[in-house]
């Protein structure tokens, strides 16, 4: 329950007369930035590499109210290849600009991805979703990136929004992918 505005209703434990109290600062969403990409992508990597350009049309930019102000990204990416087989995936690695985040940490020549997802056959389109609370720490615009990485032995065509197969059958799915940004005020 709420008292007037910015107040909250408080109790001190079993028999205390409930209060109204000052609401606790922060954790208001102070604005939302999506993009969607209902269209498909495609690029051809090399065998287990990592893209060096970004996902087309998957790059949300946010300007921070403050440099205490949180971002909260949720991502989902509908993706595909080719060269499938028990060992092929797809993995998508999160940058904040050129920086890394949100990525597995440095392991020898392991690549770092936020997630990845087996596909073994043509015909199948596949979820990847991200979740990471950024801290930016500027009020600076700031642009969310995203590349794929080609975990499998041959140079393969990952897909986005489509499989592999792609034939125009009622059986074959057209996927789509988005990014959010929450601007969290702290």
Do not use: W
């Amino acid at each position: 329950a709420t008292g007037s505005s910015g107040q909250v209703l408080t109790s001190a434990g079993a028999g205390a007369v409930p209060t109204f109290s000052a609401a606790a600062g922060g954790g208001k969403v102070l604005q939302v930035v999506t993009v969607s990409k209902t269209d498909t992508h495609s690029e051809s990597i090399s065998a287990n590499a990592m893209s060096s350009a970004n996902i087309t049309g998957m790059s949300p930019a946010i300007t921070c109210a403050a440099t205490s102000s949180k971002v909260l990204i949720l991502a989902n990416f509908s993706v595909g290849r080719n060269s499938n087989d028990a060992n092929s995936a797809v993995g998508i690695q999160m940058l904040r600009g050129t920086t890394l985040i949100g990525n597995g940490d440095a392991a020898s020549s392991r690549s770092r991805v936020a997630a990845m997802t087996p596909i073994r056959y043509d015909i199948y389109l596949s979820t990847i979703s991200i979740m990471f609370l950024d801290s930016p720490s500027s009020t600076s615009e700031q642009t969310y990136n995203f590349r794929f990485l080609n975990s499998d032995g041959d140079t393969s065509t990952l897909y986005l929004n489509r499989s592999q197969e792609d034939s125009d059958g009622a059986y074959i799915g057209r996927g789509a992918s988005s990014v959010t940004l929450i601007e969290i005020g702290a």
